[in-house]
């Protein structure tokens, strides 16, 4: 469901935040959500077929 999509990347948005200098949401294919460090793709939905978990999110993210 779409308000579904839209309340798990805004959980996601959130906890970029404290990243905001290295990490960044842009606009993808409709029911694409992927999370790239350094150019490279760590997360893609389309893959796995769920969104990230927040654990998942910051250790994508790492300490950088």
């Known amino acids: 469901p779409p308000v579904k999509l839209q309340t798990d990347a805004l959980r996601v948005k959130d906890l970029?935040?404290?990243?905001?200098?290295?990490?960044?949401i842009e606009p993808g294919?409709?029911?694409a959500f992927e999370i790239s460090?350094?150019?490279?793709?760590v997360f893609s939905k389309l893959d796995i077929g769920r969104f990230p978990t927040d654990e998942e999110v910051l250790s994508f993210l790492g300490s950088s």
């Open 16 to 24: 970029l935040k404290p990243k905001a200098d290295t990490a960044e």
């Open 29 to 31: 294919r409709v029911g």
């Open 37 to 41: 460090r350094d150019g490279s793709l």
